[in-house]
């Protein structure tokens, strides 16, 4: 069996769960707090979330994209449908998909800043949440799905799986607070990487 094969495997038997335990219950598991034998690994996330690519951003009735956020929600559940969920996560979470200690942006600027909120993507606080009291997992082990979708297509050209601590050493994150952390994505970084995923910082293939 070949490498992606073996991966889509072992993801696909984890979504099948995933799939079957969201149906059974009326809470949204993709809310839930994180399983260890159902959290899918940056490779296996790749697998299930290449179809997403070239996927275009949401419009309302006048044509224009949609706002930050209901655009961010849109696409939070077209990953959480791509990784077996039924009901979507709950909007303005963190991170976005507990089970899977999944944070995911959408970004359709000509210019990228990507916003992490009140914490340092690279930070080993382990947040004192009622989500987080059995896995205790620092903020730096959380994971991340960036996905840009540059004009004028809107179409998602690039993502990036990564932890947090990943994240801040591949791009550099500020280490001062003005309103939220944030990081800063170059227009020719984004086309140096147009058509790739990228786990870890490495292409995946």
Known sequence: MTR???????????????????LADGDPLANAPADPSLLFTLEELAVLLKPLMRIEAPRDTGNR???????????????????GYHYPPGAGLFPDVRHQLLEVKHHTGKSITVDFGRHHPASKEVLEVR?????????????????LAPPPDFRVTVMVLATGAEIDSIFG?????????????????????????????????
């Not at 495997?9 to 799939?19: L, V």
């Not at 939220?180 to 147009?194: C, D, V």
Request: aromatic share 10%; with cysteine; net charge positive.
């Open 65 to 83: 994209i949609l706002e930050v956020r209901p655009k961010g929600h849109w696409f939070e559940y077209q990953v959480g449908t791509r990784l």
């Open 4 to 22: 992606h094969g073996s991966l889509f495997r072992s993801a696909d038997a984890k979504r099948d769960r995933i799939h079957a335990l969201d």
């Open 131 to 147: 989500w987080n009291e059995k896995v205790r997992v620092p903020v730096c082990d959380i994971r991340y799905l960036i996905a």
């Open 173 to 205: 994150v500020s280490p001062t607070q003005t309103i939220k952390y944030q990081m800063g994505i170059s227009k020719q970084w984004r086309e140096e990487h147009a058509g790739k995923i990228l786990v870890s910082g490495q292409e995946f293939r």
